[in-house]
């Protein structure tokens, strides 16, 4: 088995529930996402690369919400069932979590975002990102733009991302941003090619 670059791990942005086909802000497809990304989770398990997972995990009464005047409807509301990660969603025991979107009066669409992630990555000595989840043009493209803009490398896996794409093209033109920004881009079936046994 070929090595992984050093200092790699994998980045699951919010594939919960709330983003999945039913869920109260479905993204088209979302669930077909989850295969993808239990596969590339085997495949970076078994070279010990860690995972990291970010979440949005919104009080109730979220500015991002209609009802507080913001563009979506109520979403990911801390400790309900739309906020879980996707039931088949195969996250390893030693996945470490990262919630955002925790404050009432600021929204948060990158992982980054009044978080802690950068100081865990640096901690861990992780210096490229493979970025997988939801949503291409939301919460993957400000993450990975926010990666590229703290010095990491972000590789986003293609076929394990999907967009809401409020207005056509929208998932397109994140990821047309994201590559004039230095993004990589790959696929999971690429990464098994290349580095499974």
């Known amino acids: 088995m070929a090595p ?14 709330d983003f999945l ?23 970076l398990r078994a070279q010990r690369v860690p995972v990291w997972a970010t979440r949005d995990w919104h009080p109730v009464d979220h500015c991002s919400f209609q009802a507080q005047g913001g563009p979506w ?13 996707a039931a088949e969603l195969c996250l390893p025991a030693r996945c470490r979590v990262v ?17 802690d992630l950068q100081a865990q990555l640096q901690a861990a ?6 970025v997988v989840g939801l949503a291409t043009d939301y919460c993957v493209r400000a993450t990975v733009l926010d990666a ?12 394990a991302v999907r967009a809401v794409d409020v207005h056509p093209g929208d998932g397109e ?3 047309a ?18 580095y499974a046994a």
């Open 173 to 175: 033109r994140a990821l």
């Open 125 to 130: 000595d992780v210096s490229t990102l493979y």
């Open 177 to 194: 941003e994201m590559r004039a920004a230095g993004a990589g881009f790959a696929s999971v079936a690429e990464l098994e090619n290349e």
């Open 99 to 115: 919630s955002k979107g925790t404050r009432q009066d600021q929204d948060a669409y990158s992982g980054f975002d009044g978080t």
């Open 21 to 43: 086909p039913g869920g109260a802000l479905a993204v088209r497809g979302g669930d077909q996402v989850v295969p993808a990304i239990n596969r590339c989770i085997a495949l």
């Open 73 to 85: 409807p109520a979403h990911c509301v801390r400790e309900t069932p739309g906020a879980r990660f």
């Open 148 to 159: 590229l803009r703290l010095g990491l490398s972000a590789i986003v896996l293609r076929d």
């Open 4 to 17: 992984l670059p050093t200092h790699s791990a994998l980045l699951i942005v919010d594939v919960q529930r």
